[in-house]
Antibody, heavy 122, light 109 residues
Framework: QLQLQESGPGLVKPSETLSLTCTVS??????????WGWIRQPPGKGLEWIGS???????YYNPSLKSRFTISVDTSKNQFSLKVFSVTAADTAVYYC??????????????WGKGTTVTVSS | DIQMTQSPSSLSPSVGDRVTITCRAS??????LNWYQQKPGKAPKLLIY???NLQSGVPSRFSGSGSGTDFTLTISNLQPEDFATYYC???????????FGQGTKLEIK
């Protein structure tokens, strides 16, 4: 059974770069039927899609977010990653990674990691 | 950008009730609409995909309907474990660009 696990620092200082990794187990990140995504949830608020990546390296970002985010994939390690540059307190959130299933032209997030809490504070 | 609006933002039903949550898209999204359930401190869980398809393992009291701009999630015979927050999500484009609704919180009456 495919599982996802986020990892990264729980505390980041303002203006620094946040780096998170999602490790995929029980399946291959190189499947042509999947995309891989990052979603975040600020405390007490709703879900926000950050971006998605295909195993070939094609990347799609939320156009509503400023360009401080970079997503990458490492197929040799079965991992994909998120970097957030110049973080502020507004980036404090639980960050989730998710598997995005493709079924014809339908896409849905059917497997999620447990989430990792990131706090931006000096 | 496609905006998703859920209503109501909160609801206080009783166990055994039939609950309907509505999600409206700012433009037609065909049937590219998914529903998730989230409990406090937990990751979201997929309930319904492509507007009306029940995800494997999800109880049949959950159902989804709609197409175009208007969608509903219905929970029949509400159970204690169903008190949670529900989100709709659109995925209308290839490759997909996702937008979530703001969420609907079911609170115990």
């Amino acid at each position: 059974q495919l599982q996802l696990q986020e990892s990264g620092p729980g505390l980041v200082k303002p203006s620094e770069t946040l780096s998170l990794t999602c490790t995929v187990s029980g399946g291959s990140i190189s499947s042509s039927d999947y995309y891989w995504g990052w979603i975040r949830q600020p405390p007490g608020k709703g879900l926000e899609w950050i971006g998605s990546i295909y195993y070939t390296g094609s990347i799609y970002y939320n156009p509503s977010l400023k360009s401080r985010f970079t997503i990458s994939v490492d197929t040799s390690k079965n991992q994909f990653s998120l970097k957030v540059f110049s973080v502020t307190a507004a980036d404090t959130a639980v960050y989730y990674c998710a598997k995005i299933q493709q079924l014809r032209y339908y896409y849905y997030m059917d497997v999620w990691g447990k989430g990792t809490t990131v706090t931006v504070s000096s | 950008d496609i905006q998703m609006t859920q209503s109501p933002s909160s609801l206080s039903p009783s166990v055994g009730d039939r609950v309907t949550i509505t999600c409206r898209a700012s433009q037609s999204i065909s049937s590219c609409l998914n529903w998730y359930q989230q409990k406090p401190g937990k990751a979201p869980k997929l309930l319904i995909y492509a507007a009306s398809n029940l995800q494997s393992g999800v109880p049949s009291r959950f159902s989804g309907s709609g197409s175009g701009t208007d969608f509903t999630l219905t929970i029949s015979n509400l159970q204690p474990e169903d008190f949670a927050t529900y989100y709709c999500q659109q995925s209308y484009s290839t490759p997909p660009l996702f937008t979530f609704g703001q969420g609907t919180k079911l609170e115990i009456k």
